[in-house]
């Protein structure tokens, strides 16, 4: 009968949603994609797979955190017998994020609406009783109601209204009172300070690690779009787009992404943010200016190669940094139009590779 009951809330609540009213306008149908044999996808799924898990990707980190911390809660709740365990579990689920950033948004947005929520639920309890099935489930539809498009507004609010639903919703069936809302709030911060402990203590990104070969990446991709560039430039003939152009602007989106994912973790270096957005930055600007000017003979393959060798120079700098060896020099000015662009591509990412191996503030550097 469980099942049952619960495969008519389902069918139920899916016939709610086909109503535009309920569930929204229908979304235009999605362009259907060409179908690739499943021979040739598990290849590249694997290579995928192996990367993420080499890197340390957040999302796998998140999966294992998010596993071992509800399993393991729920291992130890049962044993200590702490009245609805499952509350906690949920409060993991619900505020376990991916990062330390989002993880902190969402805790303090749930245990606010949690902590509001159980008020408002306090205050229902006597008047709840004194009414009939009936229209408690209009008041459950009618909070249900208010949740649902808060939720999209702010995650903070739909714990406001979504928390006197589920134990009205219980209340169905058994006698709700105070000490169910007192242990529902309990357990909902019991399950946020397990989430934000796991997100601290389990498997810690190790993102500024990660950075001087992210860096690299870069510099070497821009070297070689510049070495296309003198190339063309000497012997033709000129592209419709350059390909190197799109690999070096996919290097910058994964620097820039390391980036992000850097700056949500706890206590992030200030320094080395500026430094990784000065070198985001600058590799963008060098980039588009070349692209702009090289068809035109605003620069010469000399120039350009010049400058592809003092990135690439510059790269296996960064890639060979440690924390034993001083400081390194930084890189002489470069001559040509693209000069000051490269230079500063070059210092920046210089200060941010050594910054990101540096586990204290790092001394400034010698030019």
Known sequence: PHLALCAAGCLWAAALLMIPFFGGPFAPEPPSSPRVAPRSRLPRHYRSLRRAVSERDPKVLYGLRLCATVVVALVVLHAVALPHATWALMGIVTTLRPSWGQTKGRVIKRLIGVVAGCLLTAALIVPAQQLSPVLVCVLIAILGGIARPLRQYNYGFWPIFATPVMLLLIGLADTLTWIDVAERLSNNILGALLAVAATLLLWPPREQRLLPERITGLLHAEARYLERAA??????????????????????ADLA???????????????????????????????????????????????????????????????????????????????????????????????????????????????
């Open 231 to 252: 190339f063309v430039i000497e012997d033709g003939p000129q592209p419709v787009r350059e390909g190197n152009f799109d690999k070096a602007a996919a290097a910058e």
């Open 257 to 367: 992404h390391a980036r992000d994912r850097l700056a949500e973790q706890p206590h992030p270096p200030a320094q080395l943010l500026m430094d990784l957005d000065q070198t985001i930055t600058s590799a963008g600007a060098l980039r588009t200016l070349v692209h702009a000017g090289w068809r035109e003979g605003a620069f010469t393959s000399a120039d350009l190669l010049a400058i592809a060798g003092a990135l690439r120079a510059t790269g296996a700098a960064c890639s060979a940094l440690d924390l034993e060896q001083a400081p390194p020099v930084m890189p002489a000015a470069l001559p040509g139009p693209a000069g000051a662009h490269a230079s500063t591509l070059a210092d920046a990412a210089l200060r941010s590779a050594y910054a990101s191996v540096t586990p204290v503030r790092a001394p400034p550097l010698h030019r």
